[in-house]
């Protein structure tokens, strides 16, 4: 579904991506972690190309993302993305921020777009925010609303850049439901996240990236009982137990 | 000998002011004023609209002259732009214009200029995050600039947008040196027949151009009450 062969990304002098190399098959929900700076949230945003790779070669649903030919428009339609500042339009209510995409890009009335969204409110829990503004809403609301925004589209994959990250503690709980919920519909989904316990339940894989190199690439289960690179191990230390 | 301040000659010249030789000859005064203004006003928000967008674009072929352009009108005074577009407007469409367009034209391209540059800034003024959004649903740049970033950016304007116009509507003012009759030439004219009250003609039009000012400067701080963001509980 997504295949990265030798990527390479430069901000300037700064080498964010060294050689990626990595491929998610249809389906598979990847978790990507590693320490601020490491290169982890560009890689995500290169997938719907937020971030332009600089040499290498990018599929993304069979489509070569460096060739001219490719309408990106069209092929980011296919992918859902979840900002870590959600990024709703706050000119617009909840609703109007689901149907726009759907109504100006698939030809629907806005009619049956409407009737989706109000599907999509009633799977993230917010159907009575359906005429609610951005504002209104506590971040991790305001969080499914834009994934809700996402799944309007009908992708066929999902990316995550620290969904929750942006979020007061007593909020992540219900984000990390919803995207739960998601995985088990068999999506595709990369999700960019230091909540390691969404990746032990929920990942099929887990991505270690630093320095914009992939250094290590594992089950869950394997990654977190026996991390093989010496970074990976530091970087788990400090996340599971922060105090020490 | 005259004592004092008498400002029968106002009342008496009344409907002068307000709309000139009206309706035995065109219109003028204050009306032909507002006139002028207003069609500057419309025709200005869509060039500065068009300019700002053009100044935005992310193709320098297109951005830098642009804003070559735009520099160069902010960069000499009105009144120059009035003189070229006396003498360049016929020469350019090859027949005489009515006064009344080329001072149109003139307020147009000037203030178009200033516009741009609050579009551009406005536009500018929105994060980065809601294009990525926009554009990561799928819409293309053009309708995320007009459905997501446009909607917000021109809320912001608002302010701007009035402030340009009061300035636009005092430099009507300017339109008296190519003879068109609004409220200055108007009172020039007054002036010229009565000899002997420049004082209450001149305070007179002082207070008008004051008050239609100061009318529309409290209307837009009415109306960005009443656009306010729906702020965070």
Redo the contacts between chains.
């Keep these: 579904m997504i295949r990265f062969e030798g990527v390479h990304k430069w901000f300037k002098k700064l080498h964010v991506l060294n050689d990626v190399n990595l491929h998610v098959k249809q389906g598979e929900v990847v978790v990507l972690c590693g320490p601020s700076g490491s290169g982890k949230s560009t890689l995500i945003r290169t997938v719907n190309r937020l971030e332009p790779i600089d040499r290498g070669k990018l599929i993304v649903d069979g489509q070569n993302l460096s060739d001219p030919k490719t309408d990106i428009n069209k092929l980011r339609a296919e992918i859902g993305f979840v900002f870590q500042q959600f990024n709703l339009y706050p000119h617009l209510s909840v609703l109007k921020n689901i149907t726009l995409a759907p109504i100006k890009i698939r030809n629907i009335t806005r009619g049956e777009a409407e009737e989706q969204a109000t599907v999509l409110l009633e799977r993230v829990g917010l159907a009575e925010k359906r005429d609610a503004y951005p504002a209104q809403l506590s971040g991790g609301q305001q969080q499914r609303v834009a994934i809700a925004r996402a799944l309007a589209m009908k992708p066929k994959i999902m990316l995550f850049d620290e969904p929750t990250s942006a979020l007061d503690p007593e909020m992540i709980g219900e984000v990390l439901q919803v995207m739960q919920g998601l995985a088990h519909t068999g999506m595709t989904l990369i999700v960019v996240t230091h909540e390691m316990g969404f990746a032990r339940e929920v990942a099929d894989r887990v991505v270690f990236i630093d320095f914009g190199v992939i250094l290590e690439e594992a089950t869950p289960e394997e990654f977190f009982k026996n991390p093989k690179h010496e970074r990976a191990r530091l970087f788990l230390k400090e996340i599971l137990s922060p105090m020490h | 000998m005259q004592t004092g301040l008498d400002f029968s000659v106002i009342w008496n010249n009344m409907a002068h002011f307000m709309i000139g030789r009206y309706p035995s000859g065109p219109i003028g005064g204050l009306m032909l004023t507002l006139y002028l203004a207003l069609i500057g006003l419309v025709l200005s928000f869509v060039g500065g609209l068009v300019l700002g967008l053009l100044c935005v674009s992310h193709n320098r072929f297109i951005r830098y002259p642009t804003l070559a352009v735009v520099n160069v009108i902010r960069g000499i005074p009105l009144l120059m732009v009035i003189f070229w577009m006396y003498f360049l407007l016929p020469a350019l469409i090859g027949r005489p214009t009515p006064e009344n367009w080329t001072i149109i034209m003139a307020l147009t391209v000037f203030t178009s200029a200033y516009m741009s540059q609050i579009v551009q800034a406005g536009i500018e003024g929105i994060?980065r995050?809601?294009t990525?959004?926009?554009?990561?649903?799928?819409?293309?740049p053009f309708?995320a600039m007009v459905?997501?970033i446009l909607?917000?950016a021109l809320?912001n304007m608002i302010p701007s947008f009035v402030n340009q116009f009061v300035s636009m509507i005092k430099d009507t003012s300017l339109a008296f040196i190519v003879g068109v009759s609004e409220l200055t030439h108007v009172a020039t004219q007054v002036n010229n027949r009565t000899m002997v009250y420049p004082t209450e003609i001149f305070i007179f039009i002082a207070a008008v151009y004051f008050i239609i000012c100061f009318a529309f400067t409290t209307l837009s701080r009415w109306l960005e009450q009443r656009l306010a963001?729906?702020?965070?509980?």
Aim: hydrophobic letters at 35%; glycine letters at 8%.
């Design positions: 994060p995050g809601q990525e959004a926009a554009l990561s649903t799928g819409l293309r309708q459905h997501v909607p917000q809320r963001w729906r702020r965070a509980i």
